[in-house]
């Protein structure tokens, strides 16, 4: 049996940082693209930053040079290092495995992946 379990959302004041992590058990973050998708009340989910078997990073422009996608393949576990958050990042963030090796973030589709977590809040306040 898949399971996605992220942690580490919160509240934070703008400028603040945040680390998240998604638990994976039952599925095998090195030989799969992982990804970090978030949907704020009202608006569409959209990708936030993909990882890819090799490693390789992919991010929405939005959150480039902000945030930072990594994975331990030893541990199974997927992170999100978020730094200088902006009121808009206010959403509840998803850990997701896209089923594919490859995965660039425009290639991320939001309503297929093939597993996903229960979710984190972030809330970011001004």
């Known amino acids: 049996q898949v399971q996605l379990v992220e942690s580490g959302g919160g509240s934070v004041q703008a400028g603040g940082s945040l680390r998240l992590s998604c638990a994976v058990s039952?599925?095998?973050?090195?030989?799969?693209?992982m990804a970090w998708i978030r949907q704020a009340p009202g608006k569409e989910r959209e990708a936030v930053a993909v990882?890819?078997?090799?490693?390789?990073?992919g991010y929405a422009n939005f959150v480039k040079g902000r945030f930072t996608i990594s994975k331990d393949n030893a541990k199974n576990t997927l992170c999100l290092q978020m730094n200088s958050l902006k009121p808009e990042d206010t959403a509840m963030y998803y850990c997701?495995?896209?089923?594919?090796?490859?995965?660039?973030?425009?290639?991320?589709?939001?309503?297929?992946?093939?597993?996903w977590g229960k979710g984190t809040q972030v809330t970011v306040s001004s």
């Open positions: 039952g599925y095998s973050t090195s030989n799969h693209a």
């Open positions: 997701a495995a896209d089923g594919r090796h490859k995965a660039t973030i425009a290639a991320v589709d939001v309503y297929d992946m093939d597993y």
């Open positions: 990882v890819d078997d090799d490693s390789r990073a």
